[in-house]
């Protein structure tokens, strides 16, 4: 049976719910090649309708798709990292998820007594929202495995060695003999439990692209905490659960 793990998160809500897009005002297209384009308003409908238009998020050389409910970040939270947002209430012996209640409208969702029409359609306030949740659940991920006395422990690296394992430094490059073939054997382990995250959060592999990307920015992440390479998976993890292709459909 698997531990549920859930953290307390501090979100600064009157801040978050504060920040909304400013409405834009369109002007009709002028008459090009002899033919009228139709208005903003006559390809759209409300945000919310079934049929919606607004609901699909355009990304440029990316995924686009429709926002996950609240119901499905903090699901999927817990399938791929196994950590819940959110706090124990003892009085009614009961969890108490974050996502699901106090940032259920703000990412789209209903909650029936303020919102009734899921809003599909990304605002500043989601996006704010979904990044500070990535990076709490990204540093509560680091802590429970690198901390020897976490009242919750659990383990989801399973094939590294958190303290130890990771991508090869400038220097090392050059080194033969077997100081080298240890530090190669890390590396490929490293790369091996990336590309497992990838396949529990996005359900895919990753390109070489992403894995050179990543690559550079762990590194430079560990360079700033004299090479300690857990601070490493804290941005990896975090790049992962905040990108828009986590959090889109």
Not at 112 to 117: D, M, P
Not at 133 to 144: E, N, P, T
Not at 170 to 192: C, D, H, I, P, Y
Request: include cysteine; hydrophobic fraction near 35%.
């Amino acid at each position: 049976m698997r531990r549920v793990v859930h953290f307390v998160v501090n979100l600064t809500l009157p801040f978050l719910l504060c920040l909304s897009l400013s409405c834009s005002e369109f002007e009709d297209e002028k008459e090009e090649d002899g033919t009228q384009e139709a208005s903003i308003d006559e390809q759209t409908p409300e945000p919310g309708s079934p049929a919606t238009k607004t609901d699909v998020i355009p990304q440029e050389g990316a995924v686009s798709g429709y926002l996950l409910t609240p119901e499905q970040h903090s699901e999927n939270l817990f399938k791929a990292l196994e950590v819940r947002l959110g706090w124990q209430d003892e009085d009614h012996d009961r969890f108490v998820d974050l996502v699901k209640t106090q940032l259920a409208v703000p990412l789209g969702g209903v909650d029936f007594r303020t919102q009734s029409i899921r809003d599909r359609f990304p605002k500043v306030q989601t996006q704010l929202i979904v990044r500070q949740m990535a990076w709490h659940a990204a540093s509560w991920v680091i802590w429970r495995e690198v901390d020897p006395n976490h009242p919750q422990p659990g383990s989801i690296f399973k094939h590294c060695n958190i303290h130890e394992d990771r991508p090869l430094l400038a220097g090392e490059k050059s080194m033969e003999g077997t100081e080298r073939n240890r530090l190669n054997e890390g590396a490929v382990r490293w790369q091996r439990q990336l590309e497992e995250f990838y396949w529990k959060i996005l359900t895919r592999p990753p390109t070489k692209e992403e894995v050179d990307l990543l690559t550079t920015h762990y590194l430079e992440a560990i360079s700033h905490h004299q090479y300690w390479p857990p601070a490493g998976w804290t941005v990896v993890l975090y790049a992962l659960l905040s990108g828009a292709e986590y959090w889109n459909l």
